[in-house]
């Protein structure tokens, strides 16, 4: 397993908790960096940030020109849930495994820009399938 991590601290912890992975230090600005090491993965979990746009560019791109890993990214949604306060009141849950068209039928402004990115050149027909574009 190879770990990105943005500092010698945190990848100090990591070690110490699972010595056998494999760390690799940079950035989400490092795409070429993200890029090479999602060319070399069976399965990408992209937890960092569900909205930097350039870190999914990358991990998409290397999985394109790799192995054609699994990519597990973070979903983000709750930046759609109109309460202001956690806990003062009901949480819309937005499912994108049994619910795929509900999550792409927001209007094309919403924050979902990284979701475009992973979405986009696959076949998802909704009512607004030019979000994906």
């Not at 100090?12 to 070429?32: C, Q, R």
């Not at 999602?38 to 991990?59: M, N, Q, R, T, Y």
């Not at 949604?77 to 499912?95: C, R």
Request: hydrophobic share 35%; with cysteine.
């Amino acid at each position: 397993m190879t770990c990105s991590v943005r500092s010698e601290e945190r990848g100090k912890a990591l070690i110490a908790a699972y010595p056998d992975i494999k760390l690799v230090y940079g950035t989400l600005e490092d795409s070429d960096k993200i890029e090479e090491e999602s060319s070399k993965a069976d399965i990408v979990l992209d937890w960092a940030d569900c909205d930097h746009v350039g870190a999914a560019e990358a991990i998409k791109r290397g999985l394109q020109k790799g192995k054609g890993g699994i990519w597990i990214h973070t979903s983000g949604t709750d930046i759609l849930n109109p309460l202001k306060e956690p806990g003062t009141g009901p949480i819309k849950v937005y499912d994108d495994w049994d619910n795929i068209k509900e999550c792409l039928s927001f209007p094309r402004k919403s924050p979902l820009h990284v979701k475009r990115v992973i979405l986009r050149g696959h076949q998802i027909t909704t009512p607004t399938d030019q979000w994906i574009k």
